[in-house]
């Protein structure tokens, strides 16, 4: 038995600017943070039964791996040559669809599981590429890097991706003092909205791949948002809070050019009403929009924004920053 702990990813900086339709015409930047909020896999091969069965969200048994209808798992099993006797649960500290990263988290510890059983132990570099490979090139996913590179290495991380889609991976060090105030005065509420990131980032991709108006606003938006990922970066760097708030509400306001299915009239309704009366200097929908979780930075106390929120059906997501990336917890070598 192999047991896998992989984090999910919250998007500071840069987010859209790891999709390939960007990033080939001049790089792109991410800047994010593992959660210490996770997914676990297990996974086992059973010495008599020759079936393949996955427990978790979405249960199936099948005969053979080809026959899944979870193409994450059908692709992964199938790469690795496995076709029949296995089993594999999967358990989730958050809901999917939720702009955490979820289903290429989900990949990851997948992959790491896999690898185990065979007695392998990846660089996280190779198993990110790995996921990404299978999600983009195999299942022609319209998605980009970050999510899988976020699962395998955690932390609070860079990523520098070069137009061939060459990563180069940073850690970004800070005081434990001023990681702390930047935890605890940037806060993450669920809005109990669930969405399929794929659909929104299509948007994204297809103003890129089109001539026009579409295209040069998606580009030049995308443009401020990559620039504002190393300005991000360094504001978290040099302990400027006050910094950080002014450049969330900035990002969001780029971020919401690139498609109309990012936000919606309710969101910016209550994103309005909080700066205007409760204190928050910036904020903005993680992931690629659409529903999930809603980041929110206020300098003060922020209890009567939390008590809001609640009064809003958004619960607060008390977190702190994971720092191992995806790991084996049981089994392996």
Same mark, same amino acid.
């Given at each position: 038995?192999?047991?896998?702990?992989?984090?999910?990813?919250?998007?500071?900086?840069?987010?859209?600017?790891?999709?390939?339709?960007?990033?080939?015409?001049?790089?792109?930047?991410?800047?994010?943070?593992?959660?210490?909020?996770?997914?676990?896999?297990?996974?086992?091969?059973?010495?008599?039964?020759?079936?393949?069965?996955?427990?978790?969200?979405?249960?199936?048994?099948?005969? =053979?791996?080809?026959?899944?209808?979870?193409?994450?798992?059908?692709?992964?099993?199938?790469?690795?040559?496995? /076709?029949?006797?296995?089993?594999?649960?999967?358990?989730?500290?958050?809901?999917?669809?939720?702009?955490?990263?979820?289903?290429?988290?989900?990949?990851?510890?997948?992959?790491?599981?896999?690898?185990?059983?065979?007695?392998? /132990?990846?660089?996280?570099?190779?198993?990110?590429?790995?996921?990404?490979?299978?999600?983009?090139?195999?299942?022609?996913?319209?998605?980009? $890097?970050?999510?899988?590179?976020?699962?395998?290495?955690?932390?609070?991380?860079?990523?520098?991706?070069?137009?061939?889609?060459?990563?180069?991976?940073?850690?970004?060090?800070?005081?434990?003092?001023?990681?702390?105030?930047?935890?605890?005065? %940037?806060?993450?509420?669920?809005?109990?909205?669930?969405? +399929?990131?794929?659909?929104?980032? +299509? +948007?994204?991709?297809?103003?890129?791949?089109?001539?026009?108006?579409?295209?040069?606003?998606?580009?030049?938006?995308?443009?401020?948002?990559?620039?504002?990922?190393?300005?991000?970066?360094?504001?978290?760097?040099?302990?400027?809070? /006050?910094?950080?708030?002014?450049?969330?509400?900035?990002?969001?306001?780029?971020? $919401?050019?690139?498609?109309?299915?990012?936000?919606?009239?309710?969101? +910016?309704?209550?994103?309005?009403?909080?700066?205007?009366?409760?204190?928050?200097?910036?904020? $903005?929908?993680?992931?690629?929009?659409?529903?999930?979780?809603?980041?929110?930075? %206020?300098?003060?106390?922020?209890?009567?924004?939390?008590?809001?929120?609640?009064?809003?059906?958004?619960? =607060?997501?008390?977190?702190?920053?994971?720092?191992?990336?995806?790991?084996?917890?049981?089994?392996?070598?």
């Amino acid at each position: 038995m192999i047991s896998t702990r992989t984090p999910l990813r919250v998007t500071l900086g840069g987010g859209g600017t790891d999709l390939e339709s960007y990033y080939r015409n001049g790089g792109g930047f991410i800047f994010a943070m593992g959660l210490d909020k996770y997914i676990h896999v297990s996974a086992h091969r059973p010495a008599f039964h020759e079936h393949v069965a996955l427990m978790g969200p979405d249960p199936e048994t099948v005969e =053979r791996a080809a026959d899944l209808k979870h193409e994450l798992v059908r692709a992964a099993l199938l790469s690795h040559g496995i /076709e029949t006797g296995f089993e594999a649960a999967s358990i989730g500290d958050i809901v999917g669809g939720t702009g955490l990263g979820s289903s290429s988290c989900f990949l990851v510890g997948f992959l790491r599981a896999l690898h185990a059983l065979k007695g392998h /132990e990846p660089d996280r570099q190779a198993l990110a590429e790995e996921a990404c490979n299978l999600e983009i090139n195999v299942l022609a996913k319209g998605i980009g $890097k970050q999510d899988q590179y976020m699962a395998a290495f955690g932390g609070l991380t860079t990523l520098d991706i070069a137009p061939d889609g060459q990563v180069k991976v940073g850690s970004v060090d800070i005081a434990p003092d001023v990681e702390a105030a930047f935890v605890s005065h %940037t806060h993450i509420y669920y809005t109990g909205l669930r969405r +399929d990131a794929a659909v929104i980032l +299509d +948007d994204q991709n297809s103003a890129m791949l089109a001539k026009g108006s579409g295209h040069d606003q998606v580009a030049q938006s995308l443009g401020a948002i990559k620039d504002l990922g190393y300005r991000i970066r360094d504001a978290w760097v040099a302990g400027d809070l /006050e910094g950080w708030g002014h450049m969330l509400h900035e990002h969001w306001l780029s971020k $919401k050019q690139l498609s109309s299915k990012i936000s919606w009239p309710h969101i +910016d309704q209550l994103y309005d009403h909080v700066r205007a009366n409760l204190g928050v200097t910036g904020g $903005k929908v993680i992931g690629a929009g659409g529903g999930g979780f809603l980041m929110l930075f %206020t300098p003060g106390p922020g209890e009567a924004l939390e008590a809001y929120m609640a009064s809003q059906n958004m619960p =607060r997501l008390h977190y702190g920053i994971d720092r191992g990336g995806s790991q084996v917890l049981l089994g392996g070598q």
